[in-house]
């Protein structure tokens, strides 16, 4: 190509106002400095009040600068892309390369059929050739009624994909679709005739659901059904493949005479005695088997609630792939994890901060992480492949031949491949396909794609690539947390470690971005330490912090202010709200003190070998009585769990501090009011913002009458630790 005239698919671009931000960092990390300096040089003597209190808040702010400034590291070099999807099409609109989409899922109790469907007939209609888009659903419970449904959808997006392409709609999920509507859009013949059809469709799984299994007559209709004859359990089963729409054959057309994308429905073999990896091990089967089909040359991974809400994504993410100059180098794209059922304020947190901010950071740095869902990988780089600066790559690959004569050959050639023996004495899940043995298994498989030498990029286009749905209770949340928090120190620990396995592979600031998620769960004993002890000894009377009158007292408002207001700042440009900002410091605040406290432990003992590597799949249903708490944005505690009874018992702890402070200043007057704060005033502070913070808790705890409560077991429990912890400090020690 002329290089004159070449003109980039894509470009990045820096973060406005870094210099800003790299000069309130320095200023920051002055103030640390100086918060560790005063720490080290007024150590009390032995003997005197408070040293051991004293000793471990300099470890927790050791620990805290430390981590603030591996946080730095994801901050520091933000970067934007934008992509040119017109010069693509101009380039290479009869060139684009075949697309196979993957979608998960693995249980149709807690991922209802209809909700998968929706997803896969998102990633269907996108708007790219028909004939190079395959999809492809894992579903590891093998049931029938997600296989039901996905027949359904198969029919179903003979109308479907027409239509949108007729009246360009956005988004591509029908139910989606639907509901984003107003009535008065919703007037004409056609509009009834598709809605109406997906009614009917909708309406039959419906029912199989309710009844836990498909009408007999409908299993007469479709001889795929009979491969459920020997199947027993999710657990255990054979490897059931059925190809419900083939794009090399000729015949099968949409309503308007155009191909269909290829559809394929895969359960992988699961039995008792062989263990499955979870997500990864059903992402490996279906790398083979779309091998096999359609072996397209790039691959899309979606969770199968993550529904397409941008129908050009594909183009988005081939821009990067394809572009002349820079594309060689770039393994994967990555577009963000964003939640279709969010409510205003959040309860529960959110990714907003990690999405709109900190994986810009890491962009800059060498890639973001691969994180599960709506990423898009060269398939090439899944099996391994080296990266070369010589070796630029191409998106051609050549297109398997059919040699069996029926379907039915093929498919039970193919079963083969998603067999539960099929991995034994091969490299895959080690150095083939997505890693065994961790709970983000997607994390761990970037990480080391990236240390072949390979960039990724993360992309966040303004309309939204994919919308998908977050846990809507507290224990939901406080277990995925744990599961990703367990699962990132995991890697830290691993051969895999960005530290060790990264040095000299991975830049510095990049390996400091992976550092700083591997480090999540660690973060909980500084944490717990800070809501604990200078609680405590409020109630004792022993200062912790320096006195207002003191010239140490400035780096630490410094510090506090400055962080408070980086972090707001940092939540409203993300989009946030106040209240958000105030709700996210709450799940900050349980999430380490609960999921990182149980993640640290299981690391541990798997450490040692006594614990082994679980997923819990986060349920995607709620019922009308959660939901409607959620809606009011009421936090959901609901039943009694070891991390509740943890986050209880410190918030009775910090209220029993308070009130114990209280009471002395009423009840003696031995100190005065003000020398109390002009000595203490931190540490009152600290100890008030920990129980304000806590004010939902506390009304759970008592005052609710809801179901969405905290379980009266765990009330007395709390109120019991907490106050004999208190009493122990005031009377004993
Ligand atoms: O044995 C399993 C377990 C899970 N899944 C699928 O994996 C996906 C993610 O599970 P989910 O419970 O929704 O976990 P999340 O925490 O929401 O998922 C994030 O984190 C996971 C790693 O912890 C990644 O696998 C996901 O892609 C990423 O979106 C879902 O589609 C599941 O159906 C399987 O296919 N098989
Ligand atoms: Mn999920």
Redo the contacts with the bound molecule.
């Keep these: 190509m002329d290089k004159l005239k070449y003109e980039p698919l894509f470009e990045t671009k820096k973060a406005k106002g870094r210099i800003l931000y790299r000069l309130f960092a320095s200023s920051m990390f002055c103030g640390i400095i100086f918060i560790w300096i005063y720490r080290l040089c007024n150590i009390p003597e032995p003997g005197e009040n408070g040293r051991y209190g004293w000793i471990g808040m300099l470890g927790a702010e050791l620990w805290f600068g430390f981590y603030w400034l591996l946080t730095q590291s994801l901050r520091w070099n933000r970067v934007h892309r934008h992509t040119f999807r017109d010069r693509l099409l101009l380039r290479y609109e009869n060139e684009l390369p075949r697309v196979d989409v993957f979608v998960?899922?693995?249980d149709p109790a807690i991922?209802p059929p209809i909700m998968v469907i929706n997803t896969v007939l998102s990633v269907m209609a996108y708007n790219y050739p028909p004939e190079k888009l395959s999809v492809y659903l894992?579903d590891?419970a093998g049931s029938e009624l997600t296989f039901h449904a996905l027949l359904e959808a198969s029919r179903f997006a003979k109308h479907w994909l027409p239509y949108c392409k007729k009246v360009s709609v956005e988004p591509r999920s029908p139910a989606a679709y639907f509901t984003s509507l107003s009535v008065s859009d919703q007037s004409d013949a056609d509009f009834s005739e598709i809605k109406r059809l997906y009614e009917d469709m909708a309406n039959s799984i419906e029912v199989a659901c309710k009844a836990g299994t498909v009408s007999d007559q409908a299993k007469l209709e479709y001889t795929g059904f009979s491969k459920w004859d020997s199947y027993s359990s999710k657990k255990n089963h054979a490897a059931i493949l059925q190809i419900l729409i083939d794009s090399r054959d000729e015949e099968t057309m949409d309503i308007d005479g155009v191909r269909l994308p290829t559809l394929v429905y895969v359960a992988r073999e699961k039995r008792p005695q062989h263990f499955?990896n979870?997500?990864a091990g059903?992402m490996n089967a279906l790398i083979r088997v779309s091998s096999e089909i359609s072996n397209g040359p790039v691959i899309l991974n979606v969770?199968?609630?993550m529904y397409s809400n941008n129908s050009n994504s594909i183009q988005d993410a081939l821009c990067f792939f394809m572009d002349e100059e820079r594309s060689h180098e770039i393994a994967f794209v990555q577009f963000p994890?964003s939640f279709e059922n969010t409510t205003k304020n959040e309860v529960y947190g959110s990714l907003r901060v990690i999405d709109e901010v900190e994986f810009h950071g890491v962009d800059g740095n060498g890639g973001p992480l691969y994180?599960?869902?709506g990423c898009f990988h060269r398939r090439d780089t899944l099996y391994g492949r080296e990266f070369s600066k010589e070796a630029k790559t191409d998106l051609k690959s050549a297109y398997p031949e059919k040699t069996e004569k029926n379907v039915h050959e093929l498919e039970e050639r193919l079963e083969r491949l998603a067999s539960s023996t099929y991995e034994q004495n091969t490299q895959w899940g080690n150095e083939i396909g997505l890693k065994y043995g961790c709970?983000?298994?997607?994390v761990l498989t970037g990480l080391t794609i990236q240390c072949k030498g390979w960039k990724s990029v993360y992309y966040r286009p303004k309309r939204k690539a994919f919308l998908g749905l977050t846990a809507t209770t507290l224990d939901q949340i406080l277990v995925?947390h744990k599961?990703?928090s367990e699962?990132d120190l995991n890697i830290l620990l691993s051969k895999y470690s960005p530290v060790w396995y990264g040095l000299g592979k991975l830049n510095f600031c990049h390996m400091l971005g992976y550092l700083t998620y591997c480090l999540w769960s660690p973060n909980f004993l500084a944490t717990l330490y800070y809501s604990i002890v200078p609680s405590l000894y409020l109630l004792k009377g022993i200062s912790l912090f320096p006195q207002v009158s003191s010239k140490w007292f400035l780096p630490f408002t410094y510090v506090i202010i400055a962080e408070l207001i980086n972090s707001f700042a940092e939540f409203l440009y993300s989009g946030g709200t106040v209240l958000g900002w105030w709700n996210e410091q709450r799940i900050w605040l349980y999430k380490r003190t609960s999921s990182y406290i149980f993640a640290f432990l299981d690391t541990m003992l798997k450490l040692f070998g006594s614990s082994n590597t679980t997923?819990i799949?986060?349920p995607k249903v709620t019922d009308d009585d959660v939901l409607s708490r959620y809606k009011q944005e009421k936090m959901e505690f609901g039943s009694a769990s070891p991390m509740l009874t943890i986050l209880s018992t410190l918030a009775m702890l910090n209220l029993f501090c308070l009130v114990g402070l209280v009471k002395k200043l009423i009840l003696t007057r031995e100190v005065g009011l003000k020398y109390v704060f002009g000595t203490m005033v931190l540490q009152i502070l600290l100890c008030g913002v920990l129980v304000f913070v806590n004010l939902p808790l506390y009304n759970a705890l008592f005052f609710r009458q809801d179901k969405g409560k905290v379980p009266s077991s765990t009330t007395v429990q709390s109120v019991v630790f907490a106050l004999s912890v208190c009493t122990c400090v005031a009377y004993l020690y």
Excluded: I, L
């Excluded at 709970?439 to 997607?442: K, S």
């Design positions: 998960c899922t693995a991922e894992s590891d499955h979870f997500k059903a969770d199968c609630d994890q994180t599960g869902t709970p983000v298994e997607d995925q599961r990703w699962g997923f799949v986060t």
